[in-house]
């Protein structure tokens, strides 16, 4: 097994290699004076190493090598779906994307991840922060942390993904990211209310008043989460739904507003067909 070369010269003490290495090859020593950052110093002990690269794939400055090439990546797919996991994860965040896979609740959740349209791949990318992040067209949804991982923030990428196979061309703007972002939103309320968190529902609609229509118009969709609705067959669905982007567009987030288009929720229709539970 070959281990870590470090070269010091190239080394900007970024330490970014300090909290991937699970071998403790790369330590950090942070210097304080009188309350101040003084110095960070990096020490490192070559002969930790196993060999996992994480530390290779995260340098900026390739102060950080191997001498040979990796070896290809080979990614495991997730329980029998087409959901993958990319060799690059670290150990502790695969294991807590298994962990919360595998207790995402039945109905919305648990058919979602199921579902044979998803072909995706989880991939460690540290510049994602505490955040993660789905890639149209690659099909791939980054994250760098543990940390973060839940049922919800899991449903919201794996929902684009989703998205991704209904809307060819997403990646290209087809349809605008006020659209990709509602229509999730509606996803991620209605699996709220069929898992009976009626008060989260329309938390993220600033308007009291639109919130609650939005809450009312969800539990009427969901029969007060007791059916698991077929959308298609809901009298005046997509009138509602265009209703609703609009409020969602003026009072939701302000990251998600100003880029809406003229789309059909073809993905929530086609996802909520009336057979999930």
Known sequence: MEKVKFNPETCIVCTQCVPVCPDDVFQGVIAYVEGYLNSI???????????????ENICPTDAIYFDAPPPPL?????QGTNIKFSENLPGDIKDELIATLNSMAPCVRAKLKNSSNLDLTFKYDNS???LAKYISGTHEILIGHSSIISHELL??????GYQDIIYPGMANGVIGRTNIEFEQYVFQNIAFSMENYSSLIGNQISDAGLALAFRTWIQELTNSGST?????EFPDFDTQYNYFLDAYDNYGPSSYSGDQT????DALKT???????
């Open 74 to 78: 080979h990614d495991t797919y997730y």
């Open 262 to 265: 003229n789309s059909d929720p």
């Open 155 to 160: 449903s919201h990428e794996l929902f684009h």
């Open 41 to 55: 110093t990096l020490k490192v002990y070559l002969d930790s190493c196993t060999g996992c690269r994480y530390c």
């Open 228 to 232: 698991f609705p077929n959308l298609s």
């Open 271 to 277: 996802f909520f067909d009336g057979e999930g539970c």
């Open 128 to 130: 994602v922060g505490y």
